[in-house]
């Protein structure tokens, strides 16, 4: 699926709920992913005003600031970020924006005591073979694959539960704002882009 199909998809989705948190973050995801940077920033943006402790969307937006030549906001934004991610222990959005802010020479927030130090999700992660690519937890896996197939698997090897259970809810308002038939392929192939947006699960 080409950039513009995927962005134009996303679209309909804000413009049918413009409160879609998921709607908005694949919307800035895709926009960063294809070079429009003040796009992306404008739907991160809105994302982050829906829900205050979403953590990856600070990394991206503050990313998409960043290549937009937007140091200062981007440096603003990341270290907001790192506070976001640090108390809900997302762990790998604030390790990835405290190491963006180091590399660009600005402070990093003091994580809360007793949180884990930078680089320790990746650690713990690699002990227990498991390590959720949304929040970053190594922990909390799902005992099986949510449904048979590889993408079942890639699931179950990628995710919590609290992330799954998180994902049910927003998968049927998916289904509802864009009417998608599951029945047929396409409907299929839509909403399993948007769930691998939500997780985070890279398609490749």
Not at 44 to 56: A, D, F, G, Q
Not at 78 to 85: F, H, L, Q
């Given at each position: 699926m080409s950039d513009n199909t995927r962005i134009q998809q996303f679209k309909q989705m804000t413009?049918?709920?413009p409160d879609?948190?998921?709607g908005h973050f694949s919307l800035g995801k895709a926009c960063l992913e294809a070079g429009r940077f003040d796009e992306a920033a404008a739907s991160l943006e809105r994302v982050i005003t829906i829900n205050p402790k979403m953590s990856k969307a600070f990394q991206l937006l503050g990313d998409a600031y960043e290549k937009a030549g937007a140091r200062d906001k981007a440096v603003e934004v990341m270290t907001r970020g790192v506070t976001v991610a640090d108390e809900h222990?997302?762990?790998m959005p604030r390790d990835a924006m405290a190491d963006a802010l180091k590399s660009w020479g600005a402070p990093v927030?003091?994580?809360a005591p007793g949180a884990a130090p930078a680089g320790a999700a990746s650690d713990a992660g690699s002990d227990s073979g498991f390590s959720c690519t949304r929040?970053?937890?190594p922990r909390g896996q799902l005992e099986k694959p949510p449904f048979k197939g590889p993408l079942g698997g890639k699931i179950?090897?990628?995710t919590c539960s609290a992330c799954w259970?998180?994902?049910l809810p927003m998968g049927t308002k998916v289904i509802n704002e864009l009417g998608l038939a599951?029945?047929?392929e396409a409907g299929q192939s839509t909403y399993d882009q948007y769930m691998l947006e939500f997780l985070q699960i890279e398609e490749r």
């Amino acid at each position: 699926m080409s950039d513009n199909t995927r962005i134009q998809q996303f679209k309909q989705m804000t413009e049918a709920d413009p409160d879609n948190e998921l709607g908005h973050f694949s919307l800035g995801k895709a926009c960063l992913e294809a070079g429009r940077f003040d796009e992306a920033a404008a739907s991160l943006e809105r994302v982050i005003t829906i829900n205050p402790k979403m953590s990856k969307a600070f990394q991206l937006l503050g990313d998409a600031y960043e290549k937009a030549g937007a140091r200062d906001k981007a440096v603003e934004v990341m270290t907001r970020g790192v506070t976001v991610a640090d108390e809900h222990g997302d762990l790998m959005p604030r390790d990835a924006m405290a190491d963006a802010l180091k590399s660009w020479g600005a402070p990093v927030p003091a994580f809360a005591p007793g949180a884990a130090p930078a680089g320790a999700a990746s650690d713990a992660g690699s002990d227990s073979g498991f390590s959720c690519t949304r929040c970053g937890q190594p922990r909390g896996q799902l005992e099986k694959p949510p449904f048979k197939g590889p993408l079942g698997g890639k699931i179950h090897a990628n995710t919590c539960s609290a992330c799954w259970r998180e994902w049910l809810p927003m998968g049927t308002k998916v289904i509802n704002e864009l009417g998608l038939a599951l029945a047929s392929e396409a409907g299929q192939s839509t909403y399993d882009q948007y769930m691998l947006e939500f997780l985070q699960i890279e398609e490749r």
